[in-house]
């Protein structure tokens, strides 16, 4: 076989194998080119798809006459001139290789007028091959106009999809740009049909027209900073989570990016407080310095490498985890408007004829622990010692607690409590498991488990695998508040679980933790499966449904979610309380229609 050198427009034409494999990647490039460029509106209009024809016009700075054929040409580009410039890319497109590419495999005219020229400029291009630049007519900046796209590779083209799925592809390359750059005015058209107009504005309102209501009433800012490290955008609350993954937006120095580094530090930020079965949603920004990570990784330029990833995945942990982990008095539901705000009474609660026992068994230890006594807790006395619904005055709206009082408990499952936005609805048994599950972890990480011995030891039949697997490792067990002695190859002695499960069933308890301990090691589950070891025992120790609870005791509950991290999930992600405002109250009843 003789070896040949490849003719400039083949190479081209393989370079839009990786560069162009379908009418939203070229938009792409081309869209980043007008915004490098500096434009500050940008029109796009697509035809079926966008295989048809793709039209970009701008008002960025334009291009020269005599530099129009070197931007058809590949490897030809003004963002860099050095390997120091590559190592430090601030622009968005820099390789010097997508228009030619795109000339390679479709028919291509380029119009343009650069800033302080007489007139405009056009060149075309069919198949790679560039015609001479002509005279034309236009105002300052770019119009790049793209027809039938890969017309001479069409195996290239018959791999295309639909036109509605090519113009979905294509639309959301328009929102992704839209969305790092809220200061430039967009419009995109599909058919003569105008389908996206964006005006020029603040980030919160392009990600309200881009991302929706729906997204922007469930997310949280975020805004943190470390170093050279800054992080920005919104991230979707755990409780608005759903199983699609489209709804993922990460940009590093205003480029969009597919990260598995970062995917994974958001996925573990969400971790604690996220069902395993959804994906969260977020819009975030990441800024750092050019030269801390390196965008020449392959040509689509959606893929980077960090000079420090360990720094950087750390960073987006800590940003994203400590929102979650801020109590429920920080994590505040939706502000009521103003308007509501104006027109709305303290809400008033009234003495109800519950049985309200005089001892608070269930939630003591709880109150011993947190400092929480009666008068803290809201609740209020008789002259006959006997607690009673708390009297919230209209005057004193300010200290109503966050999660308010409680009124009653709803078929042993619900906690009813109202506060000053309205009616708080409590699942008690997600609530206490959280409460529950941070304890857990705080006495883990001080090595404070306290134990709570058993009158009776219990014994327990195990395989005798089991028992010879966790045989070495009791000191460890005891670690975690569980006291175990081996009475035999095929059972253990359990004489004291933790203090904070000690109401769970001990037998199924411990054989949980053993099995556990003898799957994956005790150095295992102590270190890599932690979290999922305790969100376990959390299960076992909580409340259970149909558990009656005098009204002390949902205050306690209360008081304790107010007070505990990450309190508006539980250990599985589910919500453990829901605000009903009184607006929505009043739209049940058709009050004030």
Request: one cysteine or more; proline letters at 6%; glycine letters at 8%.
């Amino acid at each position: 076989m003789t070896i040949r050198v490849l003719p400039d427009v083949l190479i081209s034409q393989i370079a839009a194998g990786e560069v162009v494999e379908r009418p939203a990647a070229a938009l792409k490039e081309i869209l980043e080119n007008s915004l490098d460029a500096g434009a500050t509106a940008i029109e796009v209009e697509l035809e079926q798809g966008g295989v048809k024809r793709i039209r970009v016009t701008d008002d960025g700075c334009g291009i020269a006459r005599e530099e129009l054929a070197l931007a058809l040409t590949r490897h030809a580009t003004s963002k860099i001139m050095s390997l120091a410039d590559l190592e430090q890319v601030a622009s968005l497109g820099f390789r010097g290789e997508a228009l030619a590419s795109i000339a390679a495999v479709a028919r291509v005219e380029l119009l343009s007028r650069s800033t302080g020229a007489t007139h405009a400029w056009a060149i075309r291009a069919e198949g790679g091959q560039l015609g001479e630049p002509v005279p034309a007519a236009r105002g300052p900046g770019t119009t790049l106009d793209i027809a039938d796209l890969f017309f001479n590779t069409p195996a290239r083209r018959k791999f295309l999809k639909t036109e509605a799925t090519e113009y979905a592809h294509c639309a959301e390359a328009v929102r992704r740009l839209a969305l790092a750059h809220p200061q430039v005015a967009f419009t995109l058209t599909h058919n003569g049909r105008v389908q996206l107009r964006l005006n020029a504005g603040s980030p919160a309102a392009r990600m309200r027209q881009v991302l929706g209501e729906a997204f922007e009433q469930g997310a949280i800012a975020v805004d943190a900073a470390a170093g050279p490290l800054r992080l920005a955008g919104w991230v979707m609350r755990p409780t608005g989570a759903s199983g699609a993954r489209d709804g993922q937006h990460v940009f590093v120095n205003g480029r969009y990016v597919r990260d598995k580094l970062i995917v994974h530090a958001l996925k573990e930020a969400y971790r604690d407080v996220l069902h395993h079965q959804l994906s969260p949603a977020y819009c975030l920004f990441l800024e750092l310095p050019p030269e801390a990570v390196d965008v020449n990784v392959h040509p689509a330029k959606t893929e980077i490498r960090f000079r420090d990833g360990r720094a950087v995945h750390q960073f987006l942990f800590h940003a994203v985890e400590r929102l979650f982990a801020a109590p429920v008095a920080c994590e505040s539901a939706i502000p009521v408007s103003q308007a509501a705000a104006s027109a709305w009474r303290a809400p008033h609660q009234v003495p109800m004829p519950l049985q309200v026992a005089e001892a608070v068994a269930f939630y003591a230890p709880l109150g011993q622990e947190s400092g929480i006594r009666n008068q803290e807790s809201g609740f209020g006395a008789q002259d006959d010692g006997v607690p009673q619904a708390p009297l919230i005055a209209e005057t004193d709206e300010g200290a109503v607690p966050p999660l308010g009082y409680a009124l009653a408990q709803l078929h042993g499952i619900y906690v009813l409590a109202q506060n000053a936005q309205g009616l708080v609805l409590v699942d008690m048994h997600a609530a206490h498991e959280r409460v529950v599950y941070e304890k857990l972890k705080a006495a883990l990480d001080t090595r404070a488990v306290p134990a709570q011995r058993l009158l009776i030891p219990v014994a327990l039949t195990l395989d005798a695998a089991v028992v010879g697997e966790i045989a070495p490792h009791l000191d460890a067990l005891a670690g975690l508040g569980f006291e175990v002695s081996v009475t035999s190859p095929i059972s253990v002695a359990v004489r004291a679980v933790p203090w904070l499960l000690k109401d769970a069933d001990p037998v199924e308890l411990t054989r949980t933790v053993l099995a556990e301990a003898a799957e994956f090691g005790i150095s295992r589950l102590l270190a890599e499966r932690r979290n999922e070891l305790l969100a376990t025992l959390a299960c076992h120790g909580a409340v259970r449904a149909n558990r009656p609870l005098t009204l002390p005791e949902m205050n306690a509950l209360l008081r304790e979610m107010e007070a505990t991290e990450r309190a508006g999930q539980c250990n599985h992600g589910r919500p453990t309380w829901r605000q009903l405002s009184l607006k929505e109250l009043d739209a049940l009843f058709m009050r004030g229609r």
